[in-house]
């Protein structure tokens, strides 16, 4: 009896374990900032996943020309796929709505509420203010 419970024990931490791991692998940084050589510019976005106690969070930024402010948002994390919403009110400098993602090795494919993060795809890079 003692050793049934032992393997169901070590079968949830098992587990748990091998969901956290995939869950890890939506960390790291994403980054599509780039400055224009004549004006000095900044355009594009950069979305740095990190986890926190209750799951994930991110820190995200986007440029027009002058880059937003950044702002922490919480992620919603299955495997490989995020999902997150900003705000009406954000200065980060991303349309307000829903977004969803897909992280891979080489970056993260960003869907957003309009142009142009619909099929957005953002490399796994330094951070542009590194």
Do not use: C
Not at 6 to 23: K, P, W, Y
Not at 78 to 96: D, H
Not at 100 to 112: A, M
């Amino acid at each position: 009896m003692k050793l049934s419970h032992a393997l169901i024990i070590l079968i949830l931490i098992i587990t748990g374990s091998v969901a956290f791991a995939e869950n890890r692998k939506v960390t790291g940084l994403f980054s599509t900032f780039d400055a224009s050589a004549k004006s000095g510019d900044i355009s594009g976005a950069e979305i740095h996943v990190v986890p926190n106690p209750a799951g994930f969070s991110a820190i995200v930024q986007a440029s027009e020309g002058a880059p937003g402010f950044p702002e922490v948002i919480d992620l919603n994390v299955n495997g490989t796929k995020i999902e997150f919403s900003i705000p009406e009110n954000s200065a980060s400098g991303f349309p307000p709505g829903k977004y969803f993602g897909t992280v891979t090795r080489k970056g993260l494919t960003l869907n957003g509420p309009v142009y142009p993060y619909k099929d957005y795809f953002m490399p796994r890079t330094d951070s542009f203010w590194q």
